[in-house]
């Protein structure tokens, strides 16, 4: 799965000179937690609500109402937006966005395509890609099994699968000491045959989860 499958595409943008004031209201008229900045297309900095929280007139401030709203009228965004933000490419795996937002320690990548901002992507956008690739929404069975790690091992709960017609919809795999932990999820309901096989076979059966309907 790549980054441009999971990105917003085309996010809304401030320049630089936007003013402080005018940014709260943006910040509050969208709802958004975050801007890219971008001058003359060109990705400049990121803005962030708590990046704004850092150049405005605290509440224990001597200034009054209308010196703070002249101050807030005055100052600009690029004193306040965090310059030349961690990127990545459209064309990255996801897993280089999330690797890249752990190792960084933030929450959101500005995403480039022939170097210009094409989207950006989130941690909630990993996350939401996380439960599609389990496909823990989807109405049917999922059981986790635990198989020795030894080439192979999948291959068998597979097979017992397809003997029966049953479709695997989403498979993971968990490493762990020796054995991996292999998730499998049908849109099936009725798992008592699959599990008397799997056990039959020498399996672990270590979970079993069925949705329930709407």
């Known amino acids: ?13 401030m320049s630089s000179n936007t003013t402080i004031a005018d940014a709260v209201a943006i910040f509050r008229e969208t709802g958004f937690k975050r801007f890219p900045v971008v001058d003359n297309g060109k990705l400049v900095g990121i803005l962030t609500k708590g990046d704004i929280q850092t150049v405005s007139p605290t509440k224990a401030t001597s200034l009054s109402i209308f010196e703070v709203n002249y101050f807030l009228s005055k100052i600009t965004i690029k004193e306040a937006m965090t310059r030349n933000p961690i990127t990545i ?20 990548l500005p995403v480039l395509e ?7 992507i989130t941690e909630s956008d990993i996350f939401d890609a996380f439960i599609d690739l389990l496909g823990f929404k989807d109405k049917g ?25 049953v479709n695997i919809t989403h498979m993971a795999i968990f490493a762990g000491d020796g054995f991996r932990d292999v998730v499998v999820r049908a849109p099936i309901k009725d798992v008592s045959e699959i599990e008397k ?6 399996y672990e059966i270590k979970h079993v989860l069925i949705s329930n309907d709407d």
């Open 1 to 13: 799965m790549f980054v441009k499958n999971r990105m917003t595409k085309n996010p809304r943008t």
């Open 89 to 108: 490419e459209a064309k990255c795996l996801l897993e280089e966005a999330a690797v890249r937002m752990r190792e960084n320690k933030i929450s959101v």
């Open 114 to 120: 022939d170097g210009k901002l094409a989207g950006i």
């Open 141 to 165: 069975s999922r059981i986790t099994v635990e198989v020795k790690d030894v080439p192979g091992g999948v291959n068998e709960i597979s097979d017992i699968y397809y003997s029966m017609n």
């Open 197 to 202: 096989k799997l056990k039959e076979k020498g």
